[in-house]
């Protein structure tokens, strides 16, 4: 049928208004009944309304705990199998599994192909709008093909209002190629939910500009993507104590952090934690093994690659053999 006809038209406006009604009906899209005047406020009041409406986030993800260690249960053993983790969603979802996704590999030491981002629309649709992007879910299952996607790889699928077609598509081929899902929404008995083997639903309510999920149905996102990302990287070992020990140092900042971790996991000299990393590469679990087990940095190197960079358990070893 020929786009613009009267009939192409009218199936448009028909499917158009069934979105509508559907839309009213979740509760990230009602009305919010606390700041019905918003543009009416003062500065100090919306900075206060700002902060108040944000308050309800942690208590949303915290009612989610189960959902939330199953999925990073998944992901872990997919990962202790070679998998991967892939983010996938539209606009603010999108943007949000791509910030995750590129603030892994310094944190946590990773290559950049371990943890992904992908968003409806492609690289553009990360700071502009692309039209229609997120009603294709064709795209989206294009998007896992591409990717690969086996049994050991994991895909969350993140849609606040629950329903965005690129992420349902998304869903549904990664279960065809025998991938372990998660789904994250900010709404209840969400379609993406239902295409996963784990939906987390965090039920965030109105948002203070109403639709505008950017604002508390974005930050159950980004706190519910941290929660699996570095939960994932703490069973992986990049974690010691609470400290980041795999971290990339690319910047001056990053390098004195590098010697601030050694000095905190060691109590080391400022100096000796500086020759030990020089020693070392850089690599900031070998420094601190290097001086908890007094061994040569050579030493330390070679007997974390030994036990998969398990600083503990190195660490165990060498102290006690």
């Not at 994250?184 to 083997?197: D, F, L, Q, R, Y």
């Not at 850089?282 to 940095?297: D, M, N, Q, R, Y």
Request: charged content about 20%; hydrophobic content about 45%.
């Amino acid at each position: 049928m020929k786009r613009g006809s009267s009939v192409d038209n009218a199936n448009t406006i028909e499917d158009r208004g069934q979105l509508r009604d559907f839309l009213g009906t979740l509760p990230t899209e009602k009305v919010g009944v606390r700041y019905p005047d918003l543009d009416l406020l003062d500065d100090a009041e919306l900075v206060h309304a700002m902060i108040e409406s944000e308050r309800a986030v942690a208590d949303a993800v915290a009612a989610q705990a189960t959902q939330i260690t199953a999925a990073l249960a998944g992901i872990v053993a997919g990962m202790a199998r070679g998998g991967r983790l892939i983010y996938m969603g539209a606009g603010t979802a999108g943007r949000m599994g791509i910030l995750d996704a590129s603030e892994a590999p310094p944190t946590f030491g990773i290559s950049g192909d371990v943890i992904i981002g992908r968003i409806a629309g492609g690289e553009t649709a990360i700071h502009t709008a692309v039209e229609n992007a997120e009603d294709d879910a064709h795209s989206g299952a294009l998007d896992v093909d591409s990717l690969d996607l086996g049994p050991n790889d994991s895909l969350v699928g993140i849609s606040a209002s629950g329903r965005t077609p690129y992420v349902v598509g998304a869903l549904n081929r990664a279960r065809e190629r025998g991938a372990f899902t998660v789904a994250h929404s900010c709404n209840p008995n969400s379609a993406i939910g239902a295409a996963a083997h784990v939906a987390i639903e965090t039920e965030v309510g109105p948002e203070l500009l109403t639709g505008s999920t950017r604002l508390k149905s974005g930050s159950a996102q980004k706190l519910v993507l941290n929660t699996l990302s570095t939960g994932a990287m703490v069973r992986a070992g990049k974690v010691y104590r609470n400290l980041m020990v795999d971290l990339r140092a690319t910047n001056e900042k990053l390098r004195a952090r590098s010697e601030r971790t050694v000095i905190l996991a060691t109590g080391a000299e400022p100096a000796v934690a500086a020759a030990s990393l020089e020693a070392t590469g850089g690599w900031v679990k070998a420094a601190i093994l290097s001086i908890e087990a007094g061994i040569p940095a050579a030493a330390a190197v070679a007997a974390l690659e030994g036990n998969g960079g398990f600083l503990r358990t190195a660490i165990d070893e060498a102290t006690t053999s």
